[in-house]
């Protein structure tokens, strides 16, 4: 397993869950580094990523302002912190190594996926 995603939980709405992804194959190395989730009968879809260098981020309109994307290159390790959880945003985590150093919201440009994390928010 080259991505391994860990610290998801059940947790109350507005609670919060930190979120983080191990690279054992520093497969992050030079490379933006992405969270998806896919819900219950629903498409995957794009949550935040984060550049190789520089801090640039982006982030799905579901989740700003309250989810953080950050990254440790030196322990090839990149975390989400999630507050201000909501039932919607129970799903299964996957966090996922880019092509490419910049930004992506795009499933197809991430080639590395770890193998997922469940986070449940109950109301």
């Known amino acids: 397993v080259q991505l391994q995603a860990c610290g998801g939980g059940l947790v109350q709405a507005g609670g919060s869950l930190r979120l983080s992804c191990a690279d054992s194959?520093?497969?992050?190395?030079?490379?933006?580094v992405g969270w998806f989730r896919q819900a219950p009968g629903k498409e995957r879809e794009f949550v935040a990523s984060?550049?190789?260098?520089?801090?640039?981020?982006a982030y799905a309109d579901s989740v700003k302002g309250r989810f953080t994307i950050s990254r440790d290159n030196a322990k090839n390790m990149v975390y989400l912190q999630m507050d201000s959880l909501k039932p919607e945003d129970t799903a299964v985590y996957y966090c996922?190594?880019?092509?490419?150093?910049?930004?992506?919201?795009?499933?197809?440009?991430?080639?590395?996926w770890g193998q997922g994390t469940l986070v449940t928010v109950s109301s």
């Open positions: 984060i550049a190789w260098r520089g801090g640039g981020t």
């Open positions: 996922a190594s880019a092509r490419g150093s910049w930004v992506s919201t795009m499933s197809r440009e991430y080639n590395y």
């Open positions: 194959r520093r497969t992050f190395s030079n490379n933006a």
